[in-house]
């Protein structure tokens, strides 16, 4: 059963528009949540992360959002650039424990010119 | 220098055969992972260690086994290759519970012919 769902494989948004990245997660226990990026040919890089104490954190273009009554995080990226296309994982863990990484699927984010 | 090396890069393997694939991280970070991720899907922990006397299966640990051989080292091996086993795998690198999450090295994309 997964524990951490992105339900869009991919999103295209026209350069400049705010693009927005959704995840979902059924396990209550998690209680820190984090957003990869991932180019081709290269490692996962941590983009930006949320604590469950908060409901936002913003870092330059990127916002990620976070509802806990309803499980459910948003990555905004405004304005979006075209280097900002690549592949996105949503992740999240217990910060108590062995710190073990759930991982989405991933969404893969197209920015058109 | 990448903070965190994988090698090989690419390996093709045949059936039954044994590979080992390798990790170094120059970062001093106690907790070393291994994920592997497969198209269209997130990426599932294997084994991860946090310090060299401490080894522990993740979610997907059946037919690998793993060997911290150093703080800095930590090598992923396959007994006995079969092609499900064909994928991406990640290499990363943590210092605890941290707000930047993991460091992944750039991936080591094995086949299994």
């Known amino acids: 059963d997964q524990q951490v769902k992105q339900n869009s494989p991919s999103l295209s948004v026209q350069e400049g528009r705010i693009s927005i990245l959704n995840c979902d997660y059924t396990n209550s226990m998690f209680d820190y949540f984090l957003w990869y990026k991932k180019y081709p040919a290269e490692g996962p890089t941590f983009l930006i992360s949320i604590s469950s104490i908060k409901d936002k954190n913003e870092d330059g273009r990127f916002t990620v959002f976070l509802n806990k009554s309803a499980k459910h995080l948003s990555l905004h990226i405004v304005p979006s650039q075209p280097g900002d296309s690549a592949v996105y994982f949503c992740a999240a863990s217990e910060l108590a424990g062995s710190y073990q990484l759930t991982f989405g699927k991933g969404t893969k984010l197209s920015v058109i010119p | 220098d990448a903070d965190v090396t994988q090698t090989p890069r690419n390996r093709i393997t045949k059936t039954g055969k044994r590979i080992m694939l390798e990790c170094s991280q120059t970062k001093g970070h106690d907790r070393m992972y291994w994920y592997r991720q497969d198209p269209g899907l997130g990426l599932r922990l294997i084994y991860y260690s946090f310090d060299v006397k401490d080894i522990n299966k993740g979610e997907i640990s059946d037919g690998y086994s793993v060997s911290r051989q150093a703080q800095a080292k930590f090598s992923l091996s396959l007994e006995s290759a079969i092609p499900n086993q064909t994928a991406l795998y990640f290499c990363?690198?943590?210092?605890?519970?941290?707000?930047?999450?993991?460091?992944f090295g750039q991936g080591t994309r094995l086949t299994v012919v």
């Open positions: 990363a690198t943590s210092n605890g519970p941290s707000l930047r999450g993991a460091f």
